[in-house]
């Protein structure tokens, strides 16, 4: 079983849909997670980090289940340029290796006007 | 601006070749990481290092050493490359316990 799975998409969406994410993750170990933006052939970059109480920046909504395993990734009023592919990230920490941060193979979204 | 540099962008290498690609940060990052992003794979991590001299693997390390001897320089090495290593490379470095990786552009490597 993969470490960190994400549905590959692609999620085709019209503008000002609200579109949601899963990622499931194996290590009940893991501590931190994340969500990472990648836009066509550039680099990830991070969105937003996911709490256990669930955060929120603007349109975006962030949740953890532990108990699940799973990380979710609300998007709401969605606008053309929230087209990219979305990136789940786990991070399992060892005093002895430091951070280890595993990706999901990543979620594609397109949005349509 | 905080900075992680990959020295080639792109590469064409034969099989049998030895392959370095280096990759620095400016940011006084304790962690960095070398992964592989391929279509369908996504980022698969190869190898990272949480300080200078020290070294683990990933979940795809064959084929592949790594060298860290300062705390700002970590490169990739494939000592014999090989087709099955064709991919874009990317650096990554993390302060400690924060999970906000700086990413370089990549390093596309094309193996002959």
């Known amino acids: 079983r993969k470490e960190v799975e994400q549905d590959p998409g692609p999620f085709n969406v019209p503008e000002g849909a609200t579109v949601a994410f899963n990622c499931t993750y194996s290590?009940?170990?893991?501590?931190?997670f994340f969500w990472y933006r990648q836009d066509c052939r550039k680099e990830p970059k991070l969105l937003m980090s996911?709490?256990?109480s669930g955060n929120e920046d603007g349109r975006f909504t962030a949740q953890l289940n532990r108990a699940s395993q799973y990380i979710s990734l609300l998007i709401r009023d969605s606008k053309l340029s929230d087209s990219a592919t979305y990136l789940c990230v786990v991070n399992v920490w060892k005093k002895s290796s430091g951070d280890k941060l595993t990706f999901g193979t990543g979620t594609r979204l397109a949005v349509r006007p | 601006d905080v900075k992680v540099t990959q020295s080639s962008r792109y590469l064409v290498k034969r099989t049998g070749e030895k392959v370095f690609l280096e990759c620095v940060q400016d940011?006084?990052?304790?962690?960095m990481f070398w992964y592989r992003q391929d279509p369908g794979l996504g980022l698969r991590l190869i190898y990272f290092?949480?300080?200078?001299?020290?070294?683990e693997k990933g979940d795809i390390p064959e084929g592949y050493s790594v060298s860290r001897e300062k705390k700002e320089r970590f490169s990739l090495i494939l000592e014999s490359a090989s087709t099955n290593q064709t991919s874009m490379y990317l650096c990554?470095?993390?302060?400690?316990?924060?999970?906000?990786?700086?990413f370089g552009e990549g390093s596309r490597l094309t193996v002959l």
């Open positions: 940011m006084d990052h304790e962690n």
């Open positions: 290590n009940s170990a893991s501590q931190s």
């Open positions: 290092s949480y300080d200078v001299k020290m070294k």
């Open positions: 990554a470095s993390t302060a400690a316990n924060t999970g906000e990786l700086f």
């Open positions: 996911v709490y256990s």
